[in-house]
């Protein structure tokens, strides 16, 4: 078989020794991997680059195009970015799947019939970063949800579904609240679903499908969310599958794909030698399917299958029956003697005529007419409550604009607030316009309110697409 180049970055605290041990085997199953290894992570972030990852790391990423990671440790403060995000969001690693599969008995747990796929959106949501202090007490993070980002995540955890055999496809939103942003993620996972009829589909408020989650989590499949609903529900599911340390995860790009375990660094067991390399090796196996070797995926895993049913174990996997445990090499090396084998009472998998993924294309953009017909006016105000600023702020509205409400942390609280309100000094002034205006006509409003001395914080446009709101109500509107 010939080889093909990836692209090994050995990480920090246990990361180098599960990549050992990783490696090891799918070398001895017969992986054919043409190996550049990089460094990134601590020792690059003590050096002074506080990204944690150099030129020459990108320029092998580019060029492998996959890349296989051991956990890395993000130093505390200091500025240090997320390594991590950072590489997902640069090389468009929108889509993070994590399967969660029970291994009972041989792995406790109490969900032993769960066999959960988390779909997850890797790019978007809270976790574009942008964060400001707006006043004295008010802090912002900006939750950004992309028509394009949606398509794709949703897409993918169709196409995932039908290529891995799967039955059902549930989404989590959260747009009881977030009519906008999650309503958007709930509409397109109901206009995607209906390309995919022989799949069923349903769609969950996050609470109570994270509730259900953790309790029931049988009665799930595929399930697609947004970024921050599925960084913490994949590792409820991984956790209650029966441990972290068994988790692994495929972060798929366009262009390139990334490989790694759901644990981190683990800094307080490294070096010696008891870490369980099983996430890092599993996904080494989402690697080889993605790659193309699939009979090598399929003999690593069943080997790995059988190594867990023998109840070869690290210490980490506890149980009532927990016996003798093994080191990270003694894991890897009973993996390594069992290659050839497949599991007797778990299930094996079968990789045969899996195909890797293609990731899905978004459709071109639809221009809908757009209109600016308002402006909401964010105002750092601490002089007063709401009827005194509505006084301040109706002169200047001028002649196309009318001040229609004032809210304090999104509850409306002008005209006709209630005293028992909590207000801060934070406040969303939203002036309606008699029609369509123009952004001079904005700027004109925005030159009286710097004029008569409001400390105006920002400003957010009311448009219109196709006659429909593209803003939400106040609470209490
Ligand atoms: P962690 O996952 O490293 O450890 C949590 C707990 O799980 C610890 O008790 C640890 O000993 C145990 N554990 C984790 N992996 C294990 C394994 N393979 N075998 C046995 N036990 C294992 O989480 P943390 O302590 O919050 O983070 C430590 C460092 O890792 C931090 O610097 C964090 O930023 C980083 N981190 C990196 C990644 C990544 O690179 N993908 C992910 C998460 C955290």
Redesign the pocket.
Known sequence: MSATPITVAY?D??GPE?MEASLRVLRAAGAGLDIETIEIGERVYHRGNSAGIGPEAWDSLRSTRVFYKA????PQGGGFKSL?VTVRKTLGLFANVRPCAALSPFVPTRHPGMDVVIVRENEEDLYAGIEHRQTQDVYQCLKLITRPGCERIVRYAFEYARANGRRKVSCFTKDNIMKLTDGLFHKVFDAIGAEYPEIEQEHWIVDIGAARLADTPEIFDVIVMPNLYGDILSDVAAEIAGS??LGASANIGEHVAMF??I???????AGQNI???S?LLLSGVMMLVHIGQTAVAERVHNAWLATIEDGVR?A?ITGPDAGDTVTTAGFADAVIARLGRRPTRLKPVNYAGATPMRVPTVAPRVAADKRIVGMDLFVEWADGGAEELAARLQPIAGHRFALQMITNRGVKVWPGGLPETFTTDHWRCRFMADGTVTHAELAGLVQRAAASGLDFIKTENLCTFDGAPGYSLGQGQ
């Not at 956990?71 to 993000?74: D, G, Y």
């Not at 644990?263 to 067991?269: E, R």
């Open positions: 990480g605290g246990i599960i956990p890395i440790t993000t991590n972290v340390g790694e375990a644990h981190g660094s683990a800094p307080m067991i870490a369980n390399p996430g690290t980490d």
